[in-house]
């Protein structure tokens, strides 16, 4: 099989729409010894080693905070924290009541006791059931701004990234042979 440059459009689509949730129900069926709580980039990178392809899937991991901008008010900041909410307010800023932040507790419940080794399918459920985590009231439009412009730059350069990529297709290809004969790959 000939396999031909990738496009970062599959790409984007992949990382942004609700094919995740397809391909995971998809991987569920056909393969039930799948673990249910496997998702993300595990499950994208699991469903897209399993057969040849002519291209090449990139995921755009999060990535950490940007150094310098606004300072931060909080320490706990995950979904509908300080940082989404603030940028949230620069992309939808009708969606943002920020007066209605406090009516619930974005606080960590704590309510497993795990080591950091062990994960479940029940983790963030367990740490908060409200299903928000930090303090959206915290939210500023200037840490908004600073943070989509890093993401910006952080996208621009993952695309020109991939755009140069001449080794990933290369490596799957090899990968993709070598697997087809496993016996004629020992040393």
Request: glycine share 6%; aromatic share 8%.
């Amino acid at each position: 099989m000939t396999m031909t440059k990738t496009s970062i459009w599959p790409v984007i689509l992949l990382a942004s729409c609700p094919l995740l949730a397809i391909a995971q129900q998809d991987s569920l069926r056909s393969n039930p010894s799948l673990p249910a709580d496997v998702l993300g980039p595990q499950l994208i990178m699991w469903t897209q080693m399993q057969k040849p392809h002519d291209y090449v899937v990139y995921l755009f991991g999060l990535m950490d905070r940007a150094k310098g901008g606004p300072p931060k008010k909080t320490t706990m900041d995950m979904h509908a924290g300080e940082g989404e909410t603030s940028t949230t307010m620069v992309n939808f800023p009708d969606l943002v009541k920020l007066d209605q932040a406090k009516t619930q507790s974005g606080e960590d419940q704590h309510r497993q006791h795990l080591p950091d080794t062990l994960y479940t399918g029940i983790w963030w459920y367990a740490r908060f059931p409200n299903h928000y985590s930090g303090d959206g009231s915290a939210a500023t439009k200037e840490l908004g701004e600073f943070e989509m412009k890093a993401w910006e730059d952080k996208i621009v350069e993952a695309i020109k990234a991939v755009k140069a990529d001449q080794d990933t297709l290369k490596i799957q290809n090899e990968f993709y042979q070598k697997i087809s004969h496993p016996l004629d790959t020992r040393p």
